[in-house]
């Protein structure tokens, strides 16, 4: 979502750089129209819409690039704790294994 922003705002920077007017307005309702279907960005645009009276385009760039680094650092958080849970299974396995080893060879003998 952080290169779909960027690129989006990197389309207004050009449209603006060719002379021609941008209206807040506009590019918040472009912006948020944008965005995926997604659960969180429904929240997100509702959230915007109903706490603000007046609208300028930084603020709603800045609040929507917030939400991206806060869902990638949570995502992030959710993958290394799954990668440490993975990697406790996995010595409690290996550990099971050699135990059910050194059990199976007694009862074997």
């Given at each position: 979502?952080?290169?779909?922003?960027?690129?989006f705002?990197?389309?207004?920077?050009?449209?603006?750089?060719?002379?021609?007017?941008?209206?807040?307005?506009?590019?918040?309702?472009?912006?948020?129209?944008?965005?995926?279907c997604?659960?969180?960005?429904?929240?997100v645009?509702?959230?915007?819409?109903?706490?603000?009276k007046t609208?300028?385009?930084?603020?709603?760039?800045?609040?929507?690039?917030?939400?991206?680094n806060?869902?990638?650092?949570d995502?992030?958080?959710?993958?290394?704790?799954?990668?440490?849970?993975?990697?406790q299974l996995?010595l409690?396995?290996?550990?099971r294994?050699?135990?059910?080893?050194?059990?199976?060879?007694?009862?074997?003998?």
């Amino acid at each position: 979502m952080s290169d779909h922003i960027r690129s989006f705002l990197n389309l207004c920077h050009h449209i603006i750089k060719a002379g021609q007017k941008l209206e807040d307005i506009h590019l918040i309702h472009a912006m948020l129209f944008s965005l995926s279907c997604l659960t969180i960005w429904d929240i997100v645009k509702q959230n915007l819409l109903d706490k603000r009276k007046t609208f300028i385009f930084n603020m709603v760039t800045t609040e929507l690039i917030a939400v991206i680094n806060q869902t990638e650092r949570d995502c992030q958080a959710e993958k290394t704790e799954k990668k440490g849970k993975a990697k406790q299974l996995a010595l409690f396995a290996k550990s099971r294994s050699s135990d059910t080893r050194g059990l199976l060879g007694v009862v074997c003998t």
